[in-house]
């Protein structure tokens, strides 16, 4: 059984920094990208990085480029994302899937984790 479970988040003041973990079950790693998407309430699902398990590059939406990272950790089937200087308008609920490619929309990926709350306030 393919399980995604994230785990990180919580209450940051602005401009603080955090690293959300997604660690993965059931399937090898290596041979998907794992997708970072977020969603706050009444807006669309919207994706925020993705890390390519075949080649090792990440992706980062313009919103996040410049400020955030990644890594992942191939013993622990984990994937981190590292996000610095966090602003109000990064509240979200954090989600990771896993899917066969990078790829922007959300319906290109097969599985998905419940999701992990990040609030970003003073």
């Known amino acids: ?60 939406a313009d919103s996040v480029k410049g400020r955030s990272s990644s890594s992942n950790d191939n013993v622990k089937n984990t994937v981190y994302l590292i996000m610095h200087s966090l602003k109000p308008e990064d509240t979200a609920v954090y989600y990771c899937a896993a899917g066969h490619k990078c790829s922007r929309p959300p319906s290109e990926y097969d599985y998905w984790g419940q999701g992990t709350q990040v609030t970003v306030s003073s």
């Open 1 to 60: 059984e393919v399980q995604l479970v994230e785990s990180g988040g919580g209450l940051v003041q602005p401009g603080g920094s955090l690293r959300l973990s997604c660690a993965g079950s059931g399937f090898t790693f290596g041979d998907y990208a794992i997708g970072w998407f977020r969603q706050a309430p009444g807006k669309e699902r919207e994706g925020v990085s993705c890390f390519s398990g075949s080649d090792g590059r990440s992706y980062f």
